[in-house]
T-cell receptor
């Protein structure tokens, strides 16, 4: 199973950059790294995905070192609306049963 | 392009009744995944289906639970003779055949309450 480890919770303030790191020591060659955001009473929302190096979209950046055993989700200039649970997933959806959501990182943003 | 649609959003059932949860994938998506989430916990995989096929049901309880994804219509997660422990949020996700490995999009979930 593609197990991941990420902090249980993080706190930050509006306007700050937030970096959430995820460890995935047993990542397989074909696995992709995907991050989801979940608000209370809603389904997870896809944020960003990558295989190696750096990926950036309008919402976030994803940094993946060469060994791929970890990844860092970077949220620039967070706002109160970024308060949510963030999940790091490793695997391919064709092997969906191997994708472990875990408890995620509960991010709290303060004014 | 509408997202993944789940209905009902909220469902209340008495113990012993049946619950039927529906999931309409995004247009063009042929892969559907069902997950269960208890309060303050992560999502737990239940079943992965493609049209008319169950690909992986390793996360489904052996009894009372079944899932289908017919050629026409939504995917259905069926729970027979519900018990209080079935109370949870049930989410489905879908992915397209061409990118089935890397992207999946979730619906808003169905919150099942067993009384």
């Amino acid at each position: 199973l593609a197990k991941t480890t990420q902090p249980i919770s993080m706190d930050s303030y509006e306007g700050q950059e937030v970096n959430i790191t995820c460890s995935h020591n047993n990542i397989a060659t074909n696995d992709y790294i995907t991050w989801y955001q979940q608000f209370p009473s809603q389904g997870p929302r896809f944020i960003i995905q990558g295989y190696k190096t750096k990926v950036t979209n309008e919402v976030a950046s994803l940094f993946i070192p060469a060994d791929r055993k970890s990844s860092t989700l970077s949220l620039p200039r967070v706002s109160l609306s970024d308060t949510a649970v963030y999940y790091c997933l490793v695997a391919l959806w064709s092997s969906a049963s191997k994708i472990i959501f875990g408890s995620g990182t509960r991010l709290s943003i303060r004014p | 392009n509408a997202g993944v649609m789940q209905n009902p959003r909220h469902l209340v059932r008495r113990r012993g009744q049946e619950a039927r949860l529906r999931c309409s994938p995004m247009k063009g998506h042929s892969h559907v995944y069902w997950y269960r989430q208890l309060p303050e916990e992560g999502l737990k995989f239940m079943v992965y289906l493609q049209k008319e096929n169950i690909i992986d049901e390793s996360g489904m309880p052996k009894e009372r639970f079944s899932a289908e994804f017919p050629k026409e219509g939504p995917s259905i997660l069926r729970i027979q003779q519900v018990v209080r422990g079935d109370s949870a949020a049930y989410f489905c996700a879908s992915s397209p055949p061409s990118q089935g490995d890397t992207e999946a999009f979730f619906g808003q979930g169905t919150r099942l309450t067993v009384v």
